[in-house]
């Protein structure tokens, strides 16, 4: 019972936010998880299956959620939806390199398209065997480029040209996604970023950083004294801004980058 009113309160709470339009319309999506998730535990319940443990684990959560802000509320009740519905819609069921890999490719796929409207205005050319032509080959490491070669008209373009320089093109988006933009994308889109999750996304990725602590780093220390060095010595600065040094380490450590081009991480 006592859990029971802790998530009442809960939901009463979004609905009354919800209803006052705060959180950007962030309180209302919250509400359809959470009437999702209730409605499966109900369902189970109803057919004998065994939901008490599930249903305990939500209700606590909701009422532990209650007092803290939105991002904590979408951290629980995306995490109860996953628990309960079999599914994998909040941030944390999402390994944090997908999430970053996914974030990127979007950024790759927005330099594409400018340069795609570019090369129609070269060529006066708009159709879509057209977009096929420019998409297989820039070799630019986005999904349209996989559709792009299921389509043989295409290769009419080729035949008969186009006045683009494909050289030049694949440059201009190399120039585009250096080191250093890449940086910059991640702080944008997940180090600076307000959007609904971004904070689960930032507290992955400290977590991830805790446990990578690379062997040589102040290997005397005790475990916890080494990881809070490494993240407030080579991670944060005094203003707890991420480093150049860190997000260097991190894409290399996941493959994005190779590490000579980089330089020296720890310079």
């Given at each position: 019972?006592?859990?029971?009113?802790?998530?009442?309160?809960?939901?009463?709470?979004?609905?009354?936010?919800?209803?006052?339009?705060?959180?950007?319309?962030?309180?209302s999506?919250?509400?359809?998880?959470?009437?999702?998730?209730?409605?499966?535990?109900?369902?189970?319940?109803?057919?004998?299956?065994?939901?008490?443990?599930?249903?305990?684990?939500?209700?606590?959560?909701?009422?532990?959620?209650?007092?803290?802000?939105?991002?904590?509320?979408?951290?629980?009740?995306q995490?109860?939806?996953?628990?309960?519905?079999?599914?994998?819609?909040?941030?944390?069921?999402?390994?944090?390199?997908?999430?970053?890999?996914?974030?990127?490719?979007?950024?790759?796929?927005?330099?594409?398209?400018?340069?795609?409207?570019?090369?129609?205005?070269?060529?006066?050319?708009s159709?879509?065997?057209?977009?096929?032509?420019?998409?297989s080959?820039?070799?630019?490491?986005?999904?349209?480029?996989?559709?792009?070669?299921?389509?043989?008209?295409?290769?009419?373009y080729?035949?008969?040209?186009?006045?683009?320089?494909?050289?030049?093109?694949?440059?201009?988006?190399?120039?585009?996604?250096?080191v250093?933009?890449?940086?910059?994308?991640?702080?944008?889109?997940?180090?600076?970023?307000?959007?609904?999750g971004?904070?689960?996304?930032?507290?992955k990725?400290?977590?991830?950083?805790?446990?990578?602590?690379?062997?040589?780093?102040?290997?005397?220390?005790?475990?916890?004294?080494?990881?809070?060095?490494?993240?407030f010595?080579?991670?944060?600065?005094?203003?707890?801004?991420?480093?150049?040094?860190?997000?260097?380490?991190?894409?290399?450590?996941?493959?994005?980058?190779?590490?000579?081009?980089?330089?020296?991480?720890?310079?």
């Amino acid at each position: 019972p006592k859990r029971s009113s802790g998530a009442a309160k809960f939901v009463k709470r979004l609905e009354e936010d919800a209803k006052a339009g705060k959180h950007g319309g962030r309180c209302s999506d919250l509400l359809r998880s959470v009437g999702r998730t209730l409605d499966v535990l109900e369902s189970s319940a109803a057919q004998g299956s065994n939901s008490q443990g599930h249903a305990e684990a939500v209700l606590a959560a909701y009422e532990e959620a209650e007092p803290h802000c939105i991002h904590r509320w979408e951290r629980e009740v995306q995490m109860c939806h996953d628990l309960v519905c079999d599914d994998k819609t909040g941030i944390d069921a999402e390994h944090l390199e997908d999430i970053i890999l996914r974030r990127l490719h979007v950024r790759r796929r927005r330099l594409a398209e400018e340069e795609l409207h570019r090369a129609k205005g070269v060529a006066g050319i708009s159709d879509m065997h057209f977009e096929s032509h420019f998409y297989s080959n820039i070799h630019f490491g986005v999904l349209e480029q996989r559709d792009a070669l299921l389509d043989p008209s295409r290769l009419n373009y080729e035949s008969i040209g186009t006045r683009l320089n494909f050289g030049e093109i694949r440059q201009r988006l190399k120039d585009r996604y250096g080191v250093r933009e890449i940086r910059s994308m991640l702080r944008q889109d997940i180090c600076e970023c307000k959007d609904s999750g971004s904070e689960a996304i930032r507290s992955k990725l400290v977590d991830w950083l805790k446990a990578s602590v690379p062997d040589g780093f102040k290997p005397w220390s005790d475990r916890v004294q080494r990881q809070e060095d490494w993240l407030f010595e080579q991670c944060f600065d005094e203003n707890y801004v991420m480093t150049d040094t860190a997000l260097n380490f991190l894409l290399c450590r996941m493959r994005i980058l190779q590490s000579d081009a980089v330089v020296d991480l720890f310079a």
